[in-house]
């Protein structure tokens, strides 16, 4: 998928042309890790649960002891500023961000109220018509919150996902089904799972391990909205094996189906279809 086209930078209380720098080296975010993301979308003139994306990424600050300082609906009129400047046809992520600037105690725990933030706006396009993907097991697992920030969307997270998604593409496969500690499917190295059998959906349900997304939940109501049974649940590897169809759910593509999942292999199937077109209904319906 392309990217770095377009960029715009909300930095220190104003918006910049290009992918401006933001963080010193002696910054705790850029030593220490101490990030925190969140990402929202914009297309065909529509932000989709962006009070949503702009609460979410307060909350994860406070999980890594960083002090938020922009309220959340602050930040989507700031983000509607710079969504302003690009046409209505532009599809764009949109990445507000927080990271700690010094440290406390030892110089490891966030100083309190010392806060860094910033917005990138970078142009990236959605994913083709027809496009699918693919699925192979990972060595590598989900932590749980005794071992990580599980409950923030934390730049710290990903470099575990970056090792299963490597590990799947080395394989030839497209992405990477992930268990939790307990063995048991969590979700993929880098978005929401759903599998669909006899016309009932289902999903791993969350158990602290992996971030249930916005976009999973937003598919969850519209399909009970529409009448589909939708279960979360304990699911196994063999589940999937046994589905009628499988997809994934992440903001930046909203859905993806999947074509196989190692020797097993899906239909483009009615409820994956179906799924993405109540999200558009629902999403063009707000507004």
């Known amino acids: 998928m392309a990217t770095g086209k377009n960029i715009r930078t909300y930095f220190d209380g104003g918006w910049h042309e ?19 993301f969140d990402g929202a979308r914009y297309v065909e003139g529509i932000a989709p649960d962006l009070d949503k994306h702009c609460a979410r990424v307060n909350a ?22 710079g969504l302003r400047l690009y046409p209505k046809d532009a599809a764009l992520y949109i990445r507000p961000m927080y990271w700690a600037l010094d440290g406390g105690d030892l110089g490891i725990v966030p100083k309190e109220g010392a806060t860094g933030f910033a917005i990138s706006l970078e142009e990236i396009p959605m994913p083709p018509p027809g496009f699918s993907t693919t699925l ?30 490597k590990e799947a593409l080395s394989k030839g496969f497209g992405n990477a089904l992930v268990a939790d500690a307990l063995g048991n499917v969590a979700e993929t190295a880098t978005a929401n799972v759903f599998a669909v059998k006899d016309g009932e959906v ?25 009448g589909i049974a939708v279960h979360e649940t304990v699911m196994t590897f063999d589940d999937f094996r046994a589905a009628d169809e499988v997809f994934l759910s992440g903001n930046l593509m909203k859905v993806t189906p999947v ?12 409820m994956t279809e179906r799924v993405r077109q109540l999200y558009w209904d629902w999403a063009h319906s707000r507004g």
């Open 136 to 165: 192979c097991r990972t060595r590598f697992r989900r932590p749980v919150l005794e071992d990580a920030v599980v409950n923030a969307k934390a730049g710290c997270l990903y470099p575990n996902n970056a090792r299963m998604l």
């Open 259 to 270: 074509s196989a999942f190692e020797e097993t292999h899906y239909q483009p199937g009615p």
């Open 18 to 36: 290009g992918d401006l720098a933001v963080i010193r080296a002696a910054d705790h975010g850029a030593w220490l890790g101490t990030t925190v």
């Open 60 to 81: 994860s600050a406070r999980a890594l002891m960083i002090m938020p300082t922009v309220d959340p609906k602050d930040m989507v009129g700031i983000i509607w500023e």
């Open 202 to 226: 289902f999903t791993p349900i969350p158990n602290g391990t992996f971030l249930a997304g916005i976009t999973r939940a937003r598919h969850i109501e519209n399909l009970r909205r529409a």
